[in-house]
């Protein structure tokens, strides 16, 4: 495992002190429309800690991703990175911040071969003139060790992400975002997709990613494995938060009940009454 | 961004003087023309009558411009209004003839290409009582589908007289080029100039691509040097196949129907045979000036027979005399 | 920064070594490569007319076939490279003309130099290929129906504007004006090599596909490309200039309009204005030939010059062997539908081959 965390910590930001807040969400709200995603969101991301992002289908979570990573910009409320206020115009500016996200759906370019993937959007350049050619055989190397270093060996790093399986392509997405991602970690749900084994590996990651310094946002409605990392747990229901609180306040329970419906579940057991 | 802005303007504005700067100093374009009116005439529209005029022209053909222009000219002599209005597919066409009569337009000029397609509309016209000349395609049909004068060649005439003509000169294996792709009318042609020709092989080109028909006339050069005359069907392939024959180095000898500046240039200096000219011009002045004679004063003209406005040669002996007007765009 | 818990380094612990990697062969990669397919086919119907047609046989007749296989190769290497990007133009085809029609009437009409001209001319297609990436971007309606907007609006705009500039629907002789000769020698030139007549637009040919491949195969602007024709989403969400790569290619594919543009104009002096109409879909044929996927994503440069080869030598390859021209269209269509089956099935064999 130390050869995981030796990425991490080559890649982290040698600034980050621990508990020192990268990301300040006050507020924000995002309406598509008519349609209201999200309203009232509070949320910090510290450096060194995992924020758990919980909730059902619906319930916002993506939208919230898209917010940090720059993908929409948001409506109502503020956006502070490293106490500056801004919002982000496009993805390339959230990269530049060191914020690196892990989309739900991978965000990879089937036809591509693995290494054009992995380096897709920060490709290593000969030089800085427009027609520079791409450091082609590095970019390869850089791709198969990092993957290795994961686990996972692609039987050929040129061919197609396409015919990856799944659980491998999540990986090529993590170990992406780990390798460019310098101050911040956007994990939407990472274990949506993977067995046990695979899910242990990326909680381990999401561990050693803390440790590193880095702060992670871990999105999930897995309330399991949200408890064996987070510091920090939120749950959203219908673009509004319905629990924020820390580890020490509360118990892996609560954080089922809240998640499976809270007290409407409550008055259904009673309506059922079996 | 401001500064960029106030930049990018300055830019512009430097790159604008530069331009009308350097376009004072230059010469060989347009000569400086007097202050020139197409011809006098009376005020459109003066003598009360409106004409429909319907072709099947293909939009940007050079030919069918000079059909318009013929017409246009006519419109102000004799002050009528003009409705032009083309379609090169049959059932279209027909549409637009059937517009003009709910128009209750006064008089009608139409081609009649494609007669069979066409007769219901016209016999809707003559039914209303609104009078029908036809021109440039149809001088077998057009009595029968209604229309009292013609004005136009006979396709095949010209074609057998081209045809004639070459073989007078020795021709014995001539190359007719067809560049529109199911055109009767083309075709017509290429038949006519295979009867009195019996040698003549056909090929077709892409029409709308100037490079491909050079490429292929120069293919077609190379692949069979017993190709002794190139007859083309419109000027600007005449044009193209004058640099085929120059790239495949082919001795063969270059005639073609119709005429522009360009080709008339060609005759004078010899290097196109002749052309075939069917006035296209003159069919379109004609058309309607013939409408609104008609209109006026009953006059009838041709003798029940159609006007003949070719096949009309055009070479080296009397080029000189034609040459100002193909200029002038009325030949 | 926190400290981070490690163990001693296990320093002799190998990184997992798979049993089964597999190291494609040489041959099985190179079958997979799109252009190789093209190429199979290219050299299948090379051999099928240098039988069928003793005029096919000299040095001459194939420099002919790279002169046609230039001019429509020339656009088509921009036409592919936007198919990958995972957009269509289909005004490629009238562009050419307008770009003649510009510089010819600009100048004809205010006597300027026809250098200047032809500079009006290249800013006026590139701000055409602008509006198309700008409307497809901003609108996000498919760019099938926008260039077949721009295709219209331009093939209108032709025939409109030089019928109220020079009178007539063709441009008119522009070889007394200034500079035509210099511009003949960039454009429209040709050189012989022995019996052999070279055209310049071949060479520039050649030059625009090495570029193209080397954009394509070696650059970041490459990579970017081949990202937002496969999943511009994933693209975008990544940090790849989306908006600026796409309206990139078209204008792309306009600055290369705008040159075969000016090759016709320098070669045959007047245009007629109606004319460039039918060839965008050459364009999008040499490039699937060369095995290009419709849906974006794929492709390549060789591929797309060799399509366009395919092109010249099936269109005169008919006329050397003497057929009946009325069957032109249908050889053409057989000829390339085979060149696309040939493609596929070197693509499966290829990929069938792979072991697990």
């Known amino acids: 495992m130390t050869v995981m965390t030796d990425t991490l910590a080559e890649h982290a930001d040698a600034q980050l002190r621990k508990g020192e807040p990268l990301i300040e969400m006050d507020g924000i709200g995002k309406s598509y429309g008519a349609i209201r995603a999200l309203r009232g969101i509070n949320l910090r991301v510290n450096a060194g800690e995992v924020t758990c992002v919980l909730g059902d289908n619906g319930a916002g979570k993506s939208t919230l991703i898209k917010i940090m990573s720059g993908l929409h910009p948001h409506n109502e409320g503020s956006l502070k990175v490293d106490g500056k206020e801004l919002t982000f115009g496009s993805p390339r500016e959230a990269l530049d911040h060191g914020i690196a996200t892990v989309y739900q759906d991978l965000a990879v370019v089937s036809l591509m071969e693995v290494w054009r993937n992995f380096f897709l959007g920060s490709e290593l350049r000969a030089g800085k003139y427009p027609l520079a050619g791409l450091r082609i055989k590095e970019m390869k190397r850089i791709a198969d060790e990092e993957l290795r270093k994961m686990g996972i060996v692609v039987k050929d ?15 090529v997405a993590i170990a992406r975002a780990v390798y460019f991602g310098a101050r911040v970690l956007i994990l939407d749900e990472p274990t949506a997709a993977l067995g046990v084994k695979q899910s242990g590996v990326v909680l381990k990651y999401t561990a050693a990613a803390r440790d590193a310094g880095l702060g992670v946002v871990f999105i999930t409605h897995n309330p399991h494995h949200a408890y064996l990392v987070g510091d920090h747990f939120i749950i959203l229901k219908l673009g509004g938060t319905v629990l924020d609180k820390k580890r020490s306040e509360v118990g892996l329970d609560e954080l089922t009940t809240q998640m499976a419906g809270g007290d409407e579940l409550t008055e259904l057991s009673h309506e059922l009454g079996r | 961004m401001r500064l960029s802005r106030i930049r990018g303007a300055r830019f512009v504005a430097v790159a604008a003087v530069v331009t009308l700067g350097v376009a004072a100093c230059s010469s060989g374009g347009k000569e400086a023309t007097t202050e020139d009116s197409s011809g006098g005439g009376n005020a459109a529209g003066s003598s009360g009558y409106t004409i429909a005029f319907v072709t099947h022209e293909t939009p940007g053909d050079t030919f069918w411009d000079k059909i318009k222009s013929g017409a246009e000219q006519a419109a102000k002599d004799t002050g009528v209004t003009l409705k032009y209005s083309n379609d090169p597919d049959a059932a279209k066409q027909a549409v637009l003839i059937q517009n003009a009569v709910d128009s209750k337009v006064n008089g009608i000029a139409t081609t009649l290409v494609t007669p069979d397609a066409l007769a219901g509309s016209v016999k809707a016209a003559t039914d209303a009582k609104i009078p029908v000349v036809g021109l440039n395609a ?17 396709e095949t005439v010209a074609g057998t007289s081209a045809g004639t003509r070459i073989t007078a000169e020795g021709a014995k294996h001539p190359l007719c080029v067809i560049h529109q792709a199911g055109s009767v009318a083309l075709e017509a042609r290429c038949a006519g100039v295979k009867s009195s020709a019996p040698g003549t092989e056909n090929l077709q080109v892409n029409g709308t691509d100037d490079s491909a028909v050079t490429s292929t006339l120069q293919a077609k050069l190379t692949q069979d040097k017993s190709i002794d005359y190139v007859v083309t069907l419109g000027a600007t392939v005449a044009l193209d196949a004058l640099k085929a024959k120059d790239a495949s180095g082919s001795a063969a000898k270059v005639a073609t129907f119709d005429l522009n500046t360009e080709i008339a240039q060609q005759i004078k200096d010899s290097k196109v045979e002749f052309s075939i000219d069917q006035q296209p011009y003159v069919q379109g002045y004609m058309a309607v000036t013939a409408l609104y004679l008609n209109l006026k004063n009953g006059n009838d003209l041709g003798g029940g027979k159609p006007v003949l406005t070719g096949p009309s040669f055009v070479d080296k002996s009397n080029i000189d005399v034609i040459l100002p007007f193909t200029q002038k765009n009325t030949r | 920064m926190t400290n981070v818990q490690t163990s001693p380094p296990p320093s002799t612990a190998p990184l997992p070594q798979p049993s089964n990697r597999v190291t494609l062969g040489l041959s099985n990669r190179l079958l997979a490569r799109p252009e190789v397919g093209a190429l199979v086919a290219a050299i299948l119907i090379f051999i099928f007319f240098l039988v069928s047609a003793p005029a096919f046989r000299s040095g001459e007749s194939f420099f002919t076939i790279l002169y046609q296989s230039s001019t429509i190769g020339i656009v088509a290497v921009a036409v592919g490279m936007l198919m990958i990007g995972g957009e269509f133009d289909l005004s490629a085809g009238v562009i050419t003309i307008t770009a003649g029609l510009v510089n010819s009437m600009l100048c004809w009409n205010y006597g300027m130099n026809l250098w200047v001209g032809a500079v009006v001319s290249l800013v006026f297609c590139l701000f055409i290929g602008f509006v198309n990436g700008y409307l497809v971007m901003k609108t996000g309606i498919p760019s099938f129906l926008i260039t ?16 109220l500039v020079t009178g007539s629907v063709s441009s008119t002789d522009i070889s007394k004006i200034d500079g035509f000769s210099s511009l003949q020698a960039v454009f429209a030139s040709s050189f012989k090599v022995g019996p052999v007549t070279v055209w310049i637009t071949v060479i520039w040919w050649i030059l625009f596909v090495a570029l193209a491949a080397w954009i394509l195969q070696r650059t970041r602007t490459g990579n970017w490309i081949f990202a937002v024709g496969g999943n511009p989403d994933s693209a975008r969400a990544v940090g790849v200039p989306l908006i600026k790569t796409k309206i990139g290619l078209f204008m792309t594919v306009s600055f290369l309009g705008w040159f075969v543009g000016m090759h016709l104009l320098y070669r045959f002096n007047t245009l007629q204005a109606g004319n460039g109409v039918g060839n965008e879909f050459l364009y999008i044929i040499a490039a699937v030939v060369g095995g290009t996927l419709l849906t974006g994503g794929y492709g390549n440069a060789i591929g797309v010059a060799i399509g366009a080869f395919i092109f010249g030598m099936t269109s005169l390859g008919i006329v050397y062997a003497g057929w009946d021209p009325n069957w032109f269209k249908a050889f053409l269509g057989v000829m390339l539908l085979l060149a696309v089956l040939v493609n596929l099935y070197v693509k499966r064999m290829s990929t069938a081959r792979k072991v697990g």
């Open chain 1, 157 to 171: 790093i040129n061919q197609p992400i396409g015919t990856l399986s799944g659980g491998q392509r999540q990986c």
């Open chain 2, 138 to 154: 149809g001088i077998d049909q057009y009595k029968k589908l209604g229309a009292l004068m013609y004005f136009g060649s006979d």
């Open chain 3, 148 to 163: 077949l907007g721009t295709f219209f609006v331009l093939q209108g705009a032709n025939l409109g504007v030089t019928k």
